[in-house]
């Protein structure tokens, strides 16, 4: 996690044609945040003290939310879930959202070796 931002999660969302899922809610998203560029496959988006990762995958979509303080994390977090449930047949309430630092998607890449090799996991 960047030194900035004192808060982050990270979520996946299994849904098809993740590439366009990304690319719509990009632009659902638009007029709420500063700027969006690409980097390699990931989208980011700049908001005011914060900032979201979204990561298009074979299986689904990515998504990380860093923030500087915990109002503008949450709303960032309402902002996409919100979205995302008018482009992707998603209900934003089963978006799981997990507490991440260090690598951006490592707590998802962490908590799939775990699912794999501890079959007490859901």
Same mark, same amino acid.
């Given at each position: +996690?960047?030194?900035?931002?004192?808060? !982050? %999660?990270? !979520?996946?969302?299994?849904?098809?044609? %993740?590439?366009?899922?990304?690319?719509?809610?990009?632009?659902?998203?638009?007029?709420?945040?500063?700027?969006?560029?690409?980097?390699?496959? $990931?989208?980011?988006?700049?908001?005011? #003290? %914060?900032? !979201?990762?979204?990561?298009?995958?074979? !299986?689904?979509?990515? +998504?990380?939310?860093?923030?500087? #303080? +915990?109002?503008?994390?949450?709303? &960032?977090?309402?902002?996409?879930? *919100?979205?995302?449930?008018?482009? %992707?047949? &998603?209900? =934003?309430? $089963?978006?799981?959202?997990?507490?991440? #630092?260090? =690598?951006?998607?490592?707590?998802?890449?962490?908590?799939?070796?775990?699912?794999?090799?501890?079959? *007490?996991?859901?």
């Amino acid at each position: +996690m960047s030194v900035k931002f004192k808060h !982050a %999660a990270e !979520a996946f969302v299994p849904v098809p044609h %993740a590439e366009g899922v990304v690319e719509n809610l990009c632009e659902r998203t638009r007029g709420h945040c500063l700027s969006i560029r690409q980097t390699g496959a $990931d989208k980011v988006l700049a908001f005011e #003290d %914060a900032r !979201a990762i979204l990561r298009p995958t074979s !299986a689904g979509v990515q +998504m990380r939310v860093e923030a500087k #303080d +915990m109002v503008v994390f949450y709303g &960032v977090r309402v902002i996409l879930q *919100g979205n995302l449930t008018a482009v %992707a047949p &998603v209900d =934003a309430q $089963d978006v799981e959202w997990y507490p991440a #630092d260090g =690598a951006t998607f490592g707590a998802l890449n962490s908590r799939a070796l775990l699912r794999r090799s501890w079959s *007490g996991g859901r």
